[in-house]
């Protein structure tokens, strides 16, 4: 994930079944590994993606203010800043959910992401009344999986994500972070090279996070590329490459999140991680 450090100022699928998104699927064990994607991955790659100088007016002012940002393929990018300073309006820009009300929002040039090639998990899955095979089955579908296939992709898919045993449990009775595992996995149907990450484990108890970012880590360990918004400083430190930090639907700064931890280029970074900026 590249776009040259931007010192100080510069820039589910959907999930699966309800947008333009849909896993390079990943494997537990070897012998589960889900089947190397079947379409042409060239045709399906994204990058670089880009927002040039995009921005989205809601309420009567630009919530996302000519923000520049560009993702290209490897790392994870945690999306950074206070409450309402557009992170989850650039999230839906980057997934083609939203258009931009002024600028560009590019996938390898064009205006639409390839089929497929962008995955979302929100910060509360919309799981299907259906089992929890079901829920993955049923994403497969969706991405145009062979029917005989489903079942076994569905079933590796699962045991990545450490939901074996709640296979024929309905979806909706998992626990918070057996669900969020679920609307990975289920992301990851589509064999997406982008993940984008919206707040995943802000309902969730420490340990539950802690396996959603061990799954995120061994799906980016496999090829995908992860962009997640998080309020959770400990959280980026634990599985980003780099910072972005918005302010006021601004990027504020891009940063190697090691340096960013240890000396935030903007003052708006600093500000944030002394619980200075609360707006
Ligand atoms: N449909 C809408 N109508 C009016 N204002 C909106 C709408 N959607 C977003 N906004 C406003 O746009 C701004 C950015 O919203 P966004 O959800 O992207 O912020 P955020 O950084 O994700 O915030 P949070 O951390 O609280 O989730 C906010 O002030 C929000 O209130």
């Known amino acids: ?13 959907a999930a699966p079944l309800s947008g333009p998104a849909c896993g390079r699927p990943a494997g537990a064990r ?11 991955a060239a045709a399906r ?39 309402g300073a557009g992170k989850s309006l650039t999230l839906r820009l980057l997934a083609g959910l939203i258009a931009p009300d002024e600028g560009a929002a590019t996938w390898a040039g064009r205006p639409t992401p390839p089929r497929g090639a962008v995955g979302v998990v929100f910060q509360r899955p919309a799981l299907l009344r259906r089992s929890t095979l079901g829920n993955v089955t049923h994403a497969l579908a969706l991405a145009g999986a062979p029917r005989r296939a489903r079942r076994a992709r569905a079933m590796a898919l699962l045991a990545q994500a450490g939901l074996t045993h709640r296979a024929d449990a309905p ?19 589509c064999a997406p090279a982008l993940l984008l990450l919206d707040e ?53 700064e891009r940063t190697p999140a090691r340096e960013f931890f ?4 903007s003052p708006e970074g600093r500000a944030y991680l002394e619980g200075r900026l609360l707006l």
């Open 1 to 13: 994930m590249s776009e040259p450090a931007s010192r100080p100022a510069a820039e589910q699928a």
């Open 30 to 40: 070897a012998a589960e590994r889900p089947a190397a994607p079947t379409r042409a």
């Open 45 to 83: 790659d994204p990058w670089p993606v880009r927002l040039d100088r995009v921005s989205v007016r809601r309420g009567g002012r630009a919530a996302v203010d000519a923000l520049t940002l560009r993702l290209d393929p490897g790392g994870v990018l945690a999306l950074m800043g206070p409450n």
């Open 171 to 189: 979806a909706r009775a998992l626990s918070g972070g057996e669900q969020q595992r679920l609307a990975l996995a289920r992301a990851l149907a």
């Open 200 to 252: 995943p484990t802000a309902n969730l108890d420490p340990r539950a996070t802690a396996q959603v970012e061990a799954l995120l880590r061994e799906v980016c360990a496999q090829g995908v590329t992860a962009l997640v918004v998080t309020h959770d400083a400990g959280q980026a430190r634990r599985v980003a490459d780099e910072v972005a930090f918005l302010h006021n639907g601004r990027l504020t």
């Open 262 to 265: 240890a000396r935030p280029a």
